[in-house]
């Protein structure tokens, strides 16, 4: 099989590779603003139709309980997507505007492998959990723990990593023993229609198990949110929409799991190699263009280095030019819309307006006359409480803020209304350790500390969202604990 994108048009429900019943709708290369062709437009009613085929496999099925066959499925789906590696890199690249070099990480080949992890779970898991004996109102009782698929989820993605998030939602709900709906995000259709497509065609994965409906239409996430049958909203997105999600979810008191967006503090103290920690920050905020909800998008540097932080932060940026994705060397490709570089400017010139000075960047760069490209900006003279530091720019923009000391940064770190990631860069494990105890957030990379992997629970704090992703707690996310009492026998 070649997955040719146009062939890819085609919604998964109950098993079968279906045409939309709204037609189809554009994808567009962000890198070049060229159409690439077509994916398939659901409706509501296909939205209907793969809840119910969702709803018919969880309960009419073995699925929920053949923990082995599950897993057997999961590494099946891994190793079908490997065989089509390069044909989903290329597709990759070009409806995301991925850079080639994220392809062998978090942006493809990360997430595909991941689903071993979740294989090995469902396989190793402690399904049942022996609490040993009680004596509740002087009855002695023997009690377990059964720990069980949730139900149907709804699985609802950004664009901005699709298969990362695809993965991260498919990879625990199918090895939990759930069945899922999942509903991408239209800028990034393709990516999920491919793996649909090659789930139906080339796993055992049984009819109803797995349903994706792309569209262009966001009111089928509400639908998917508010209905009766689905047990489990699982969402990526933004913070705004979480809260849409959350509201809609609560007709029904369905759980909800939210990973949403983030401004996330860089945090440089005094003792730091600062022209390391700087190069980190520059290329962080460069990278995939700054459309990641755990990039660091504030730098926060000793007051009395403020300068020097400032030329040596600049002159990495600079030096990051906006380009072509499927360039190997390509650091920071294109954003993902003209909606979306528009938001970038807006929140660019509102910076200037809010007295910041633009250091570097600022514009459009000059050698490309199509894509949507934004130049990696360095924003001076703000201080916290600017709508540029505060809120969420989805943009390679950074603004840099000083502080006065390590409880200060920290201050200034927990100044958010969000809470999802961070970084710190310094020499004195001590001052390290009290400097991560006060920070509020979900992950936190130390000198460069990657915290990104398979078993590593992800998510955050405040409006960052509520629960985890990947890891042991992220797969726990989809289950239900069933208390079993029962007289002892000793
Ligand atoms: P978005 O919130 O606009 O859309 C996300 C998804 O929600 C899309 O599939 C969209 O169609 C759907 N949607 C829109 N309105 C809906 C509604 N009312 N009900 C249900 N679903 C609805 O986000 P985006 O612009 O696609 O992605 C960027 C955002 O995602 C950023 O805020 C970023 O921080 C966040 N994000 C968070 C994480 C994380 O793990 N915390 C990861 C990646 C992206």
Redesign the pocket.
Known sequence: MTLRPTDSSTLLIDGKLVPGSGGTFAVTDPSNEELLGYAAEGTAADMDAAIAAARRAFDDTDWSRDHAFRARCLRQLRDALREHIEELREITIAEVGAPRFLTSAAHLEGPIDDLLYFADLAENYEWRQDLGNAAPMGIPTHRYLLKEAVGVVGA??????PHQ?NFAKLGPALAAGSTVVL?????TPWCAALVGRIAAEETDIPPGVLNIVTSSD?AL??Q??EDPRVDLIS???????GR??MR?ASGTLKKVFL????KSAFLVLDDADLRSACSMAAFTVCTHAGQ???ITTRLVVPRERYDEAVALTAKSMSGIRPDDPRDPGTVCGPLISEKQRQRVEGYIRLAVEEGGTIVTGGGRPAEHDRGFYVEPTLITGLDNTARAAQE?I?GPVLVILPHDGDDDAVRIANDSPYG?SGAVYGTDPDRIAKVVAGVRTGTLGVNGGIWYAADAP?G?YKQ??IGR?MGVAGFEEYLETKLVAEPATS
């Not at 609802?156 to 990593?161: A, S």
């Not at 969402?235 to 929409?241: D, L, W």
């Open positions: 609802i993605t950004p664009w901005n990593f998030i509903k991408p995000a239209p800028d966001h996430g509400a998917l949110s969402f990526t997105g933004s913070t705004a929409t849409a999600v809609a990973e949403l967006g983030g990641g909800c755990a969420e989805f999802l992800f955050g960052s969202g992703e």
